[in-house]
């Protein structure tokens, strides 16, 4: 959600934290703020808004160069966004700065004791609290202060921390929130998020829970709770700086949807060989697999659509009973979870805090839990029994398109590989989805080829007052996926429903001239779906339908667009890049901030 920068070194900290706060700007964007150490003094600037508005701060006040500094972009929990809300946030006198991500859940009780005690506060943060709660606590020993302080707080925090008594160093610590440490040429960089480290490193250091990184412009020391001193392991960075960067599009969503073949190549080609499908993270053993009685699928938002097609695909092709579970639910439901559930996760980020808290609490109730995900070294994937990768490279948009369709891919792996080893799935249709799966980026690619097409459907029904997605089967989630999309960064009404369930109520809200895209992948179900995509049509629908039917616009007297033929199970794959393209140009056409849609955060680390 929020973004942490932090640098010390040689260089002048400040444009590198500008830098590295334009890479992070995608988690949250609100305001933002740095905090600079000059002469043994911090400067504190921080502004309401986007980071344009705090590097015209900057550029008014004047220039500073400093070798050490902190910097943040906020999304706004405790307080509403606004430059005192803003964070770095100092104690009284400045002694300590600090910069954080998370929630501090006992903030008001500190809070009293704080004010018990004189202390004036000018925020209405929680962070603030940190600052004031670490000079109350000020031993003379700034890392003793630190483990002192942080045994008082409950909740997450991932923290930058200055502190005039010790002006060239750089501490952070963290509990349940992303941080990540690196060393270059010039100096030692700390971030949230790896994107902010591309420029300058390809090596970044983790760290765990409650261990504190001390840095100085040379070289930086990781110590325990117990303040012993750590060997941190390095871990390779596999992601380019262009990977992180627009290239020349419009908008990184649009980038994301561009390379979404690529995505799903490179998530499947590491695990399809001649012979077969092959997960070298996952035991090899039938005894294994034969072990489970149910599965349990948990995620939040589109990867939890992926999730629903998961339970869809994998009932129908392993045989098991399969739960969908939105994690936030999860977590707090009496769910019959044990031994014999294979529990599966899914997120983009591994840092989705439902998510986390539902494999957590999956893994105390004895199942194996397995993470599906996109970010290296992401906490999901730490405390994962195992961890399957999707290989789609930074994503940056908020709105998920490729990291989608990669997760997609991956359940299709999962389910034929399983499929095939349980005996479930004979040999002619499994070489036939194996040879598609093979040519399914070339099959996106052709879709995607057809992306400019929706400029003019955008044109047409960007003012409409509401959309409907309806479909059987998996489409009725692809369109789950399509109506997200375009709430998200277009902020219009859309549903989608059943197809057949439409006619028990929500049918009333069809008036003359709603747009109403059906989708109709699964042949078996076609006329089905066609009798309700002709009833909402004699109620003034205008309809799209989006099919492998090959059926014409004067049969169904509406837009028709033909998806490429695949075998049903890939068939979302195909059909969700339509909707992601009506999305995009809609909120295009409409002048919406496309890849910061509004109250928006890429990577949701609070419940
Ligand atoms: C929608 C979107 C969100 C995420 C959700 C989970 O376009 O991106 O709904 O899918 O917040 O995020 P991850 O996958 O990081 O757990």
Redesign the pocket.
């Known amino acids: 959600m929020c973004g942490i920068v932090g640098y010390v070194g040689k260089s002048n900290a400040v444009p590198i934290l500008l830098e590295g706060l334009s890479a992070l700007e995608y988690r949250g964007y609100d305001s933002a703020g740095i905090c600079v150490m000059k002469n043994g003094t911090p400067t504190t600037i921080k502004e309401k808004g986007r980071l344009s508005d705090l590097k015209q701060a900057i550029a008014a006040t004047p220039a500073i160069s400093s070798a050490l500094g902190i910097g943040h972009t906020r999304w706004a929990t405790h307080g509403a966004p606004s430059a005192h809300n803003a964070h770095p946030h100092s104690s009284e006198n400045d002694f300590y700065t600090v910069v954080h991500n998370g929630i501090i859940e006992n903030y008001i009780s500190l809070k009293e004791m704080l004010l018990e005690q004189g202390v004036r506060f000018q925020s209405e943060t929680d962070t603030e609290v940190i600052a004031h709660l670490l000079n109350h606590n000020h031993t003379g020993n700034p890392m003793e202060t630190i483990f002192k302080t942080i045994r008082q707080l409950e909740g997450s925090y991932a923290l930058g921390i200055i502190c005039k008594a010790e002006p060239d160093t750089l501490y952070a610590i963290r509990c349940e929130s992303p941080l990540i440490v690196g060393k270059c040429s010039h100096g030692t960089l700390l971030a949230s998020d790896i994107t902010a480290l591309l420029p300058h490193t390809s090596q970044a250091y983790l760290l765990e829970n409650h261990q504190l990184c001390v840095m100085n412009e040379r070289d930086f020391f990781v110590y325990s709770e117990e303040q012993e001193q750590i060997t941190p392991t390095p871990f390779p960075v596999d992601w380019t700086v262009e990977s992180a960067q627009k290239q020349g599009y419009d908008h990184f969503m649009l980038k994301e949807i561009y390379e979404q073949a690529t995505a799903v190549k490179q998530t499947v080609q590491c695990r399809l060989f001649e012979e077969g499908i092959c997960f070298n993270e996952l035991p090899q053993s039938n005894q294994w697999l034969m072990g489970f009685r149910s599965i349990q699928i948990a ?6 659509h992926v999730a629903l097609l998961g339970k869809d695909m994998l009932e129908t092709y392993v045989r098991l009973p399969v739960s969908a579970e939105i994690a936030s639910e999860y977590r707090y439901r009496n769910t019959l979870t044990n031994p014999q559930t294979l529990f599966i996760a ?7 805090a439902d ?1 986390l808290a539902a494999l957590r609490k999956a893994k105390k109730n004895g199942a194996c839990c397995v993470a599906i ?2 970010v290296m070294g992401s906490s999901l994937a730490r405390e994962a029994d195992y961890v399957l990768y999707t290989y789609a490279g930074p994503e940056i948009s ?4 490729k ?2 369709s990669a997760q997609l891919a991956l359940l299709y792996l999962l389910t034929l590989s399983f499929s095939h080893r349980l005996g479930h799935l004979g040999q002619e249709e499994w070489e036939e989805i194996l040879e598609q799966l093979k040519a399914l980026p070339k099959q996106i690619s052709r879709v995607i080829a057809d992306t400019p097409r929706w400029v003019s459907y955008a044109e047409q029904f960007h003012n409409a007052k509401q959309f409907f997605f309806l479909g059987r089967g998996m489409d009725c989630f692809t369109g789950m996926e399509g109506a ?2 375009l709430k ?1 960064i277009s902020y219009l009404p859309a549903e989608s429903y059943p197809a057949g369930e439409l006619k028990h109520g929500p049918i009333s809200l069809i008036e003359e001239g709603t747009p109403v895209i059906v989708l109709s992948t699964d042949k078996r179900l076609f006329p089905k779906v066609l009798s309700n995509l002709r009833e909402v049509q004699s109620r003034g629908a205008q309809v799209l339908l989006i099919t492998n039917y090959p059926i014409g616009e004067t049969d169904i007297a509406g837009e028709v667009y033909l998806l490429p033929d695949l075998h049903p199970l890939l068939m979302p794959s195909v059909s969700v890049l339509p909707l992601q393209a009506i999305a995009y140009h809609i909120a295009k056409v409409r002048g919406c901030d496309i890849d910061k849609p509004r109250n928006l955060a ?3 680390t609070v419940e």
């Open positions: 995620a939040c938002g589109s990867a939890y899914i997120s983009q980020s591994g840092e989705t998510t995900c996109n908020v709105a998920t398109t990291a989608y997200l999309k998200e890429k990577s949701v």
